[in-house]
């Protein structure tokens, strides 16, 4: 199982950026797929979930208006459409998947299995 995360980078206040997830490995379609991040000296947290299938979605209140995920299922992607980027949004961003589950623990990084390698996003001025 693999799962890799690309797109990160360094951007100023109010820019975007668009990160991707390639996954590979296990089935995407009967998947839950999400994305976390981790800032500097805090603990990993919930961004936004996706079903592999499509359909629902999740996401943290504080991305909620600026973040967009979306999956590929052809190509077995995941990707974060980031806008209004800010400061606070400055984080490793990990990809994240799981057997589809019960959607209500859909934020619970506990529940995941499978996790990718990091990818930086730096805001700043």
């Known amino acids: 199982v693999q799962l890799q995360a690309s797109g990160g980078g360094l951007v100023q206040p109010g820019n975007s950026l668009r990160l991707s997830c390639a996954a590979s490995?296990?089935?995407?379609?009967?998947?839950?797929l999400s994305w976390v991040r981790q800032a500097p000296g805090k603990e990993r947290e919930f961004v936004a979930a996706?079903?592999?299938?499509?359909?629902?979605?999740k996401y943290a209140d504080s991305v909620k208006g600026r973040f967009t995920i979306s999956r590929d299922s052809a190509k077995n992607t995941v990707n974060l459409q980031m806008n209004s980027l800010n400061f606070e949004d400055t984080a490793v961003y990990y990809c994240?998947?799981?057997?589809?589950?019960?959607?209500?623990?859909?934020?619970?990084?506990?529940?995941?299995?499978?996790w990718g390698r990091g990818t930086q996003v730096t805001v700043s001025s």
């Open positions: 994240a998947g799981r057997r589809r589950g019960i959607w209500g623990t859909i934020s619970r990084l506990e529940s995941y299995t499978y």
């Open positions: 490995g296990f089935a995407f379609g009967n998947s839950d």
């Open positions: 996706i079903r592999g299938s499509g359909g629902d979605v």
